[in-house]
Nanobody, 129 residues
Framework: EVQLVESGGGSVQAGGSLRLSCRTSGLTFDDYAIGWFRQAPGKERGGPLCMIPPSNGRTAYADSVKGRFNISSDNPAKTVYLQMSSLKPEDTAVYYC?????????????????????WGQGTQVTVSS
């Protein structure tokens, strides 16, 4: 059974930092790109924030988070991380990790969320002030 489990969410003041984790199981890292989405209160889930490719390669970021968010992975632990800094109130959302069969992170960024293969249940991030 494939599972993606997010953790690390919480409350932080504007300008602060958080690190989210996405621990996976039953999934081969070499076959999937893994990345992050978010859904703000009262809004639809947006497009991919950032992606890491299934093998060594370049990560990809949406303009809204480029320079503030960093995605990384620990392959032996089958875990993907999202380091968030300079957080803004508009970053408040439930953050989800998801996996999709893809050759590159850029390819994954072009895939609609509804077409992603696996999803976690999300973790809440709240940025105040």
């Amino acid at each position: 059974e494939v599972q993606l489990v997010e953790s690390g969410g919480g409350s932080v003041q504007a300008g602060g930092s958080l690190r989210l984790s996405c621990r996976t199981s039953g999934l081969t890292f070499d076959d999937y790109a893994i990345g992050w989405f978010r859904q703000a209160p009262g809004k639809e889930r947006g497009g991919p924030l950032c992606m890491i490719p299934p093998s060594n390669g370049r990560t990809a970021y949406a303009d809204s988070v480029k320079g503030r968010f960093n995605i990384s992975s620990d392959n032996p632990a089958k875990t993907v991380y999202l380091q968030m800094s300079s957080l803004k109130p508009e970053d408040t959302a439930v953050y989800y990790c998801a996996a999709v069969w893809a050759l590159t992170a850029a390819q994954a960024m072009g895939v609609a969320g509804k077409d992603y293969d696996y999803w976690g249940q999300g973790t809440q991030v709240t940025v105040s002030s």
